[in-house]
């Protein structure tokens, strides 16, 4: 789609378009929750060239997601982020070698002791990929933190999961715990070994950077809450 539009402006939380309410793509319309996040969408409408690329636009598609898809169904897009809680990436650590075990330890155990401390839960940990299972009242604790939060949240959480593999992580980011750049760094460690061992990879670079992007995006979200 060309642009059409010359002003972009903010309307009672929804965006506007030369004084026309902009709508999802499921025709509700674009109305935001919070003025940060309703300047920083219309900022993304501005910024549009000749034509609208939605990949430039995240935030408004992490928006769209709110109220066409999360809304309709928050039970069921919470228990799926909650299901990440049963095999986090934060559980499992390497046996060798000692440097990247170290690595592991003084960005995962901060994050975990956290959750403990947070929601009083145990977990268990466990050397190589081998599923472990975890106690059913952290699992239960963990979905029951996803469940309370509203769609706008879950969208954004979303891909700071997906991308992080590790729901406490993106916990520990909603709740103002850590930092965007913390848990990004906790979970490229095991890549970032894999690139100073062997070098870097082309393909994984530009994996790399679409996934950052993605997660930036999600953090940035969350932020404007």
């Not at 520990?172 to 100073?196: F, K, M, R, S, Y």
């Amino acid at each position: 789609m060309k642009r059409f539009w010359k002003e972009v402006t903010v309307e009672d939380g929804g965006i506007a378009l030369d004084g026309r309410p902009v709508r999802t793509p499921g025709r509700a319309p674009l109305t935001l929750p919070t003025p940060q996040l309703a300047e920083a969408v219309a900022q993304e409408w501005r910024d549009v060239g000749e034509t609208i690329d939605p990949r430039a636009m995240p935030l408004t598609g992490l928006a769209n997601a709110a109220i066409d898809r999360i809304a309709a169904d928050r039970e069921t897009f919470a228990a799926s982020l909650a299901a990440y809680g049963e095999s986090d990436l934060l559980y499992y650590r390497a046996e060798l070698p000692e440097p990247l075990v170290e690595r592991q330890q003084a960005a995962w155990d901060p994050l975990l002791d956290w959750a403990r401390g947070r929601y009083d839960v145990h977990f268990e940990t466990a050397a190589g990929v081998m599923h472990k299972a975890q106690p059913e009242a952290t699992v239960a604790r963990l979905s029951e933190a996803v469940h309370a939060l509203d769609p706008f949240r879950l969208a954004g959480l979303s891909p700071v999961v997906t991308v992080s593999g590790s729901l406490v992580a993106a916990l520990a980011l909603i709740e103002g715990a850590a930092d965007a750049q913390t848990v990004w760094t906790a979970a490229q460690i095991d890549e970032a070994w894999q690139e100073e061992m062997w070098g870097e990879d082309d393909l994984a670079t530009k994996a790399r950077d679409a996934h950052r992007a993605d997660f930036d995006a999600g953090a940035r979200f969350l932020s404007l809450l």
